[in-house]
């Protein structure tokens, strides 16, 4: 663990309340200051760093200048805001972050007044930000929304859509553009830091908007050409003319690292008459900290680390993980098929397609936080005749569902979908959880959906779903490493919506769907223990379903128990209504179905959150003697 920093300054404020009694020149140290104690608690629990430590003289700025939480503080993705929360009376519990009963990760409702909108997604602040200011402006309260949000969010049609409607909040909404990637900014200096204070002051706001009440009384040429020159004016020394297309005032690029730059301009922004306002401010990722300063893309997310040399603890070697399997497989399948291509929404890495696109880049799209148009475009490839894999987690995917109904499902458009991040995921809690894919694709007409017991059987799914062109496939695969099971040297092509059976029994038959299959078989070896026979069945499909193998298993054992990683409607209510429309249970079969419990599980080790949902060996032989004591006959009726 690391030590805790000296932090004098810091330790003074608990709230906003106690920044705004500090002097301006004592910002400087405790920005410092914050800096040093967010290194020194990610050090500790690991999570996200390097997008933390880019904002911490602007988490400062905001917090001194305007009047948090009154004024309602919106930021995007959330996972920049861990100074955010030393800063807003949470320093005592920050050692907890993302840890069983601790801090979340991200921005959540019912941790703090100061974190008024829950975030983990992108590009949903401005939409958000503009709600509390349109609602203030009704309620004739007072109170801004202030939308933090990085350029990579603006890559979403979402951020658009909500700066499209946002004239009517007027001067309560700010929205900070935090530029950490050089992406749209030109480089900042002194002058562009003079210009923007200028520009925001109240009175070149008043001249401007002097000048453009007389421009209205003047002929419409006239007006349109006052207009028209402002905006030329303002557009050549700072940019922002799409902002102000969208009907914002644009102040920037500022330094966001200087404070005697971004106090000033925050300040004017916050007693402006005229809006909504966008202020550009340019940041770096890791600022203050030199390791992830070298290496933004490392330190965006971390394990442990050593503080000093920024050393991050690594994990015991393992198994490959399954996005790393799939990423292999599906560059294998591509050296044999040209059709073959890959799509992925601003995560390469993330999804195992960064092999995929060292080898083949004309194949390889990174669409950016755009999970809609990376629906749709796979499908205007699959039309075409391509063969697209659509890379997206679980919870991200549940972003453009319309699309997946629409443009391929009515369609039968063969797009094959990589779900990574099925089932639940540990720190990141339920913002990432994959908890609802096979509820909501297994409903869909046209649709294949499977999923992977292990890695071997992922790279077998990837190889089936290359050559699937019938209709829409997908294939789900958790987090994390994989079970150890060898890789086969040569792919097998599936038969679709057949499972297989792995282990024989008489008494109870075990259904399981997705890498619940080792819990299974635990839980078998404790039933045969206990004199019950077991039968485990790897059903590979969640549809089609392998009805004969079904209808075999619920006919010939006394209780049938489905398992999955989803919630309810998936595999198992599936199952479920195989059962009742072919009268299976009319004859006294036990069949009880094990899934999600009905609720968002907060962060935890993954063990730990199967355990809580009732998904591990322990709880299966629960549900099977539970069963079994509630027939007249007893366990022992059931023994072999």
Known sequence: MADTPVTPLLDTVSTPDDLRKLKPDQLRQLADELRTETISAVGTTGGHLGSGLGVVELTTAIHYVFDTPRDRLVWDVGHQCYPHKILTGRRDRIRTLRQGGGLSGFTKRNESEYDPFGAAHSSTSISAALGFAVANKIAGTPGKGIAVIGDGAMSAGMAYEAMNNAEQAGNRLVVILNDNDMSIAPPVGGLSAYLSRIVSSREFLGIRELAKKLARRLPRPFHNAARKTDEFARGMTMGGTLFEELGFYYVGPIDGHNLEHLIPVLENVRDAE??????????????????????????????????????????????????????????????????????????????????????????????????????????????????????????????????????????NLPVRFAIDRAGLV?????????????????????????????????????????????????????????????????????????????????????????????????????????????????????????????????????????????AVGGFGAHVLTLASDEGLIDGGLKLRTLRLPDLFQDQDKPDAQYAEAGLDSAALVETVLKALRHNSGGVAEARA
């Open 426 to 566: 540990g720190a990141d809690g339920a913002t990432h959880a994959g908890s609802f894919d096979v509820t909501y694709l297994a409903t869909l007409p046209n649709f294949v959906v499977m999923a992977a017991a292990d890695e071997a059987e992922l790279v077998h799914m990837t190889h089936t779903a290359a050559q699937y062109d019938t209709g829409p496939i997908a294939v789900r695969y958790p987090r994390g490493n994989g079970t150890g099971v060898a890789l086969p040297a040569t792919p097998e092509l599936l038969e679709i919506g057949k499972g297989r059976i792995v282990r024989e029994g008489k008494a109870v038959a075990i259904l399981s769907l997705g890498t619940r299959l080792e819990e299974a078989l635990k839980a078998a070896d404790v039933l045969e223990a206990k004199g019950l026979s077991t039968t485990v069945a790897d059903l590979r499909f969640a549809k089609p379903l392998d009805v004969e193998m079904i209808r075999k298993l619920l006919t010939t054992h006394e209780v049938a128990v489905t398992i999955e990683e989803g």
């Open 274 to 411: 005229e809006g909504p306002i966008l202020v550009h401010v340019v940041t770096k990722k890791g600022k203050g900290y030199a390791p992830a300063e070298a290496a933004a893309d490392k330190y965006h997310g971390v394990q442990k680390f050593d503080v000093i040399s920024g050393v991050q603890t690594k994990a015991p070697p393992g198994p490959p993980q399954y996005q790393n399997v799939f990423g292999a497989q599906l560059v294998a399948e591509a050296a044999k098929d040209d059709r073959i291509c890959a799509i992925t929404a601003a995560m390469p890495s993330g999804t195992g397609l960064d092999a995929f696109a060292k080898a083949y880049p004309d194949r390889f799209f990174d669409v950016g936080i755009a999970e809609q148009h990376g629906v749709t475009f796979a499908a205007g490839l699959a039309a075409q005749g391509m063969r697209p894999f659509c890379a997206i987690y679980s919870t991200f995917l549940q972003r453009a569902y319309d699309q997946v109904v629409h443009d391929v499902a009515i369609q």
